[in-house]
């Protein structure tokens, strides 16, 4: 079975600073990989996956992750944050060659924390 | 717009209480999924649907059954509540492994 470690279950950063959020996951043959973001009191919301192509992928609010295979990494980056970044992210990942239901293995949680 | 609902965004209940989430989607998707959601713990899946009338268990399914008698419902059902069950709840429907999700119940059991 598929797990995914997210290794900060808290980052806090000042406004305009980078950061990143780092996701691992259990090695597989083949891999879907997703970051949903989480606002307070709100359902979660899709950021971004990698499916296949090319493995750098975007958000259109200025997220980006990186799929690297031989770390089984998926980690999110920002290179500015705002205010509104705050929220929890979740990474997830799915086997899809091996998934009845197209179901979602997910990470504990990294809560960004920015701070003006 | 894809769009989840459920049916209560707060709900206390007492223990021993028989208790009944309600989630809807509007997407026309043949899976649907129930998820809690606790500090540290990230989403573990109860149950899901991947067509009607048919579930199968994830990965925390006891204490809880569900239904699945329309496509675009998908209802959770505490038997008999317990204040282990305090939790948010979260439903979400998906097609090729994007999944929607509604605003979550937060459930306390008391």
């Known amino acids: 079975a598929q797990s995914v470690t997210q290794l900060d279950s808290q980052v806090p950063v000042f406004e305009e600073a980078p950061v990143e959020l780092r996701c691992n996951y259990s090695s597989s043959v083949s891999v879907y990989l997703f970051w949903y973001v989480q606002y307070p009191n709100q359902g979660l919301q899709l950021l971004l996956k990698y499916l296949s192509g090319s493995t750098l992928v975007e958000s259109i609010n200025g997220f980006e992750a990186e799929f690297n295979k031989s770390q089984t990494s998926f980690h999110l980056r920002k290179p500015s944050v705002h205010i509104s970044d705050t929220a929890e992210y979740f990474c997830?990942?799915?086997?899809?060659?091996?998934?009845?239901?197209?179901?979602?293995?997910f990470g504990g949680g990294t809560r960004l924390m920015v701070k003006p | 717009d894809v769009k989840v609902t459920q049916s209560s965004r707060y709900l206390v209940k007492r223990t021993g209480e028989k208790v009944f989430l309600e989630c809807v989607q509007d997407?026309?998707?043949?899976?649907m999924f129930w998820y809690r959601q606790d500090p540290g713990l990230g989403l573990r899946l109860i149950y899901f649907s991947y067509d009607v009338k048919m579930k199968e268990k994830g990965d925390i399914p006891e204490g809880y059954s569900v239904s699945r008698e329309k496509k675009e419902r998908f209802s959770l059902i505490l038997e008999s509540a317990s204040t282990n069950q305090t939790s948010m709840y979260l439903c979400?429907?998906?097609?090729?492994?994007?999944?929607?999700f509604g605003p979550g119940t937060r459930l306390t059991v008391t």
């Open positions: 997830a990942v799915t086997d899809p060659g091996n998934n009845a239901g197209n179901m979602l293995t």
């Open positions: 979400a429907s998906s097609i090729y492994y994007e999944q929607y």
């Open positions: 997407m026309d998707h043949e899976n």
